[in-house]
T-cell receptor, first 113, second 113 residues
C-alpha cells in the first residue's frame, strides 16, 4: 500500500508561473486536505474536500485552487506563484469520520523565486 | 471555530527527564484531539488521539496525554525522554459535524545528552 503519494517532491518556480501539485491516496478515504508548513507557523489548512465532488476553503486559501478529481485524487493549483507561497506542502487524507487518524504524504518543497 | 494553541515553540530536556508539551484547544463542538510527531524531512505520524472514550490516552513510544475539559487542555507527557524523541510535535483538533482538521504551530523537542 502506497498510502498518500504527492508529486513532485521538489519544485522551483519563477514568480508568476503556474503549477499543480498532485496528491493521490489508495486507502479509499473520503476526506482529503492540503496544508502548508512554514517555520513557526505549524501546518495551516489551505483547502479540504470532505467527499468526492465537494471542496471548501481552509484557513489560508488565497492564491490557490483545488480540484477533487475523483475519490483518490486531490490537486492543488497555484495560478500565479508568488514568493510568499514558498513553503512545504502536505496532502493528507482520512476516512471521513473526524475521530480518525489523518495520513500524510511526504510533502512537496516549493520555492518561488 | 476550532483552534489549538501550543505553548513553547522549543522545549529542551535532558535524556531521562520528564517531557511535557502543552496544548490548549478551543472548539464549538465536542473536540477530537490528536498529537502528531514529525521527524526531519518526513510527513506527520499519529502519536495518540482523544475521542471521548477515556480522558487519559496512551500512545506510541511511551507518550500519553490527558484531556482536561475544565482547563481546555490536552498536554503530552513522557516520563523519561530518549534521544530518539527529538522531533517536532503537533497538536490537532477536529470535531463531530465539521470536516476541518486544524493543527497548532508545533513544538520542537530537543533532548540533551
Amino acid at each position: 500500500n502506497a498510502g498518500v503519494t504527492q508529486t513532485p517532491k521538489f519544485q522551483v518556480l519563477k514568480t508568476g508561473q503556474s503549477m499543480t501539485l498532485q496528491c493521490a491516496q489508495d486507502m479509499n478515504h473520503n476526506s482529503m486536505y492540503w496544508y502548508r508548513q512554514d517555520p513557526g507557523m505549524g501546518l495551516r489548512l489551505i483547502y479540504y474536500s470532505a467527499s468526492e465532488g465537494t471542496t471548501d476553503k481552509g484557513e489560508v486559501p488565497n492564491g490557490y485552487n483545488v480540484s477533487r478529481l475523483n475519490k483518490r485524487e486531490f490537486s492543488l493549483r497555484l495560478e500565479s506563484a508568488a514568493p510568499s507561497q514558498t513553503s512545504v506542502y502536505f496532502c493528507a487524507s482520512l476516512l471521513g469520520e473526524m475521530n480518525t487518524e489523518a495520513f500524510f504524504g511526504q510533502g512537496t518543497r516549493l520555492t518561488v523565486v | 471555530a476550532q483552534s489549538v494553541t501550543q505553548l513553547g515553540s522549543h522545549v529542551s530536556v535532558s535524556e531521562g527527564a520528564l517531557v511535557l508539551l502543552r496544548c490548549n484547544y478551543s472548539s464549538s463542538v465536542p473536540p477530537y484531539l490528536f498529537w502528531y510527531v514529525q521527524y526531519p524531512n518526513q510527513g506527520l505520524q499519529l502519536l495518540l488521539k482523544y475521542t471521548s472514550a477515556a480522558t487519559l490516552v496512551k500512545g506510541i513510544n511511551g507518550f500519553e496525554a490527558e484531556f482536561k475539559k475544565s482547563e481546555t487542555s490536552f498536554h503530552l507527557t513522557k516520563p523519561s525522554a530518549h534521544m530518539s524523541d527529538a522531533a517536532e510535535y503537533f497538536c490537532a483538533v477536529s470535531g463531530s459535524g465539521t470536516y476541518k482538521y486544524i493543527f497548532g504551530t508545533g513544538t520542537r523537542l530537543k533532548v540533551l545528552a
